[in-house]
């Protein structure tokens, strides 16, 4: 069901008159759903500040001019990694000498370590912000706390979270978004992936989330045009909403995808694979032989598989005390073991890079009322995640979930016009997302480049003032 706000907001007559009126409309967000490009920032501006003691200048320049920007760099002179990288590219960076306006802000926060320091955050911000293009991103660069030596330095790396999350809360009213990276010593080479999404239109709906990098999956050089090309990917509840959405992005990333749905939805899952190309896969994942008859599939048709996407899940609602065991059994069948099982007999098709996203979910982090089954099962999918990921990590196999917010879906639909009203406003963007947001966050996380996060929850929900 779409909503009547954000298309109402479409309008420049209608957001002007609302304007008089002291109203205010969702912004309008700018999506990119098309291919991946090698130089996706070709064109567009982007500042580059760097606080004190700023250390991550190199890999920031090369992430840049790989990706066809010619960045503004301040304060002072510029370092000779973006003149090195200018050199190699043939992207010049300029001195960002005043308040220019642009469409993304890099703040290398990383050297910051005492108060007096972290003035720096209002010094060279304050100005910009301004100036900040609808749908904007400001990247927030920044060190593990724990690597710091002193507790001073150890607070004040927190402090640069908590300045992300309500800086993202104050971009999102011109559909902007503020997102942080933290990269500990030793990972700043797996930086230029994420930087690149959270930079691109394609993490519209991710906003106030820190990405915490790591090296405990191997990594190797990315490509960044179809990164896909010649994966085979596994999509279970695939034939409507996030699922069709998901095999979409992977197919028009050069996978080979597997539609995987529940007999009884052979139409839409038929219409899913021969729009991607794909093939279809009907299967009750919740059979005890189900996860059997998927492996067996897999090894027959494509002698293993490269990505697995969990999504396939139901809702059955009622407070704690109204709800029948039949219908806890049945969310926590579908949402959590089948979901065990399958990783159980997959896990030795996985091939070399690998990658799995769980689909879990902010009610999962948050809770809701009437969704204790439903709660429990993402909750545990997180957990899953949490402690799977390191033994996958050593072959070099990523595991990650995502956690969707309000997306309009077919489920979403179905809630009373009162509460859907309520949980879309319920964000820094004052709207739900779309199905292929978080198709696109899976996408991400499915790509070779992402290698640098594995075992964490990734959510898409826009800044949801709900949960953590």
């Known amino acids: 069901m779409a909503d009547r706000l954000v298309l109402l907001g479409k309008n420049p007559t209608a957001r002007k008159l609302a304007g008089n009126l002291g109203l205010s409309l969702p912004p309008t967000l700018k999506r990119d759903l098309g291919p991946w490009t090698d130089r996706p920032l070709e064109g567009v501006e982007v500042t580059v500040l760097l606080g004190p003691g700023a250390a991550l200048a190199e890999p920031v320049a090369r992430c ?39 469409h993304g802000i890099v703040f290398d926060a990383t050297g910051l370590r005492t108060v007096d320091e972290l003035r720096a955050l209002h010094t060279l911000l304050h100005e910009r912000v301004g100036l900040l293009e609808r749908s904007g991103r400001v990247v927030l660069l920044s060190r593990p706390p724990g690597e710091a030596a002193e507790v001073e330095g150890q607070a004040v790396q927190r402090a640069v979270e908590g300045f992300m999350r309500s800086l993202a809360k104050e971009l999102g009213r011109k559909g902007g ?15 230029p992936a994420p930087l690149r999404w959270l930079l691109s239109p394609r993490s519209a ?46 197919a028009r990333e050069g996978a080979q995808v597997v539609v995987l749905d529940r007999p009884g939805d052979e ?74 099982r399958l990783h159980q007999a997959l896990e030795p098709l996985l091939r070399s890079h690998g990658r799995i996203v769980c689909l879990s979910s902010i009610a999962g982090l948050a809770g809701n009322v009437g969704q204790t089954n439903y709660a429990a099962s993402k909750a545990a999918v997180a957990g899953f995640v949490a402690a799977a990921a390191p033994g996958l990590g050593r072959r070099g196999v990523a595991l990650n979930a995502v956690a969707p917010g309000f997306i309009e879906t077919r489920m979403t639909a179905a809630i009373p016009v009162a509460t859907r009203e309520v949980a879309r406003r319920l964000s820094n963007l004052s709207q739900g997302g779309l199905p292929a947001d978080v198709a696109e966050a899976i996408l991400f996380l499915s790509t070779p480049g992402a290698s640098a996060l594995s075992g964490q929850v990734l959510r898409v929900c826009g800044g949801s003032l709900v949960g953590a």
Not at 77 to 102: C, L, T, V, Y
Not at 227 to 238: E, F, S, Y
Request: one cysteine or more.
């Open 64 to 102: 840049l001019a790989e990706a066809g920007c010619s960045p503004a760099v301040g304060p002072g002179e510029i370092p000779d990694a973006f003149a090195r990288q200018a050199q190699a590219w043939g992207r010049p960076a300029r001195n960002a000498s005043g308040a220019e306006a642009a």
């Open 177 to 191: 978004t503020a997102n942080q990276v933290v990269v500990p010593h030793g990972a700043e080479d797996r930086l």
């Open 205 to 250: 709906y991710v906003s106030g989330q820190p990405l915490h990098l790591s090296t405990t999956v191997r990594g190797h050089e990315p490509r960044w045009a179809r990164p896909l090309d010649g994966k085979v990917a596994l999509v279970t509840g695939a034939a409507r909403g996030i699922g069709a959405a998901t095999a979409r992005a992977l």
């Open 267 to 340: 139409a839409h899952a038929a219409r899913v694979a021969q729009e991607v190309g794909g093939l279809p896969l009907m299967v009750d994942l919740g059979q005890p032989d189900a996860p059997a008859t998927v492996a067996a599939f897999l090894q027959e048709r494509f002698g293993g598989v490269d990505i697995v996407v969990h999504n396939a899940g139901v809702t059955r609602d009622k407070t704690l005390g109204r709800m029948s065991r039949e219908l806890w059994d049945l969310t926590l069948d579908v949402n959590l073991r089948a979901v065990l």
